[in-house]
């Protein structure tokens, strides 16, 4: 039987059961709104006595947990994104990130390096110059944002498959984990990272990646959302250990598949 409280000191009841069924994947989800979906559904999914504000943030964190391991779960590595003809592409493609697009990193091309780490055979850094001879192909893919909005874009890149392939990454390993120049950082699942559509990204629209897209390279992922598409990496690392990354760190769902 559901627990249930006229209120809960110092959080919305309504808002906190409202936030939690963002959160929850599909059946879960009806299930969660069959119930109720107040917070005595809420302490029975998580087990948690939600009295306070702190009790009701780590049940929001249980509640994000079981959704990433859903969504893992049921991640098909074989099932494709949508793909898009020339005419759909959004023009202009908009600007989103954490900071103002007068802010984005001034890297020369001339100095960059991305750097290697982890469970890999070969660590030495690549030049610019050497992964613009990897192999590229172009995909025209829709980025969907946790705020609410999506675009279509044009994007060519090097499947990371192949670049991991080319570095002795051990496909085995759990994690792949990027870091970028402008202090951002994220990390993807191994299955993610070997999906045919997962890019390294160094063009938009036929012309060289622009620093508001994410100069010199980007990960481009169609089958998460747009905060799991880092830009400006100078750094990837195959791990085994979990690292979460800038937004994951402040509770956005690590798996975000879509």
Known sequence: MFRSRSSVPGIDAELLAK???KLLPEPT??????????????????????????SAENALRIVSRFN???????FDPNRLAPTYPETAITRPFPFNAYYREENAPDIDEDDYKLLIDGLVDDKRTWTLDRLYALP????????ICVE??????KWTGTPLSEFL????????????????????SSSIDMATALHPQTQMTFKYDGEVLPPKYGFPMRVRIPTKLGFKNPKH???????????????????YNWFSGL
């Open 148 to 153: 609410g909005w999506s675009a279509v874009g």
């Open 29 to 54: 989800r009806r299930a969660f709104l069959q119930a109720g979906a107040g917070v005595g559904a809420l302490v029975f999914l998580t087990g948690c006595d939600i009295i306070d504000g702190p």
């Open 136 to 143: 590229q192909e172009t995909q025209i893919t829709r980025l």
């Open 165 to 184: 392939r080319r570095i002795g990454a051990d496909t085995r390993a759990k994690y792949v984990h990027f870091t970028c120049a402008e202090g951002y």
């Open 68 to 74: 990433d391991r859903v969504q893992a779960w049921l």
């Open 233 to 251: 990496v100078i750094g990837l690392a195959v791990l085994n250990n979990y690292t979460g990354g800038y937004w994951e760190d402040e509770g």
């Open 19 to 21: 936030d939690a069924v």
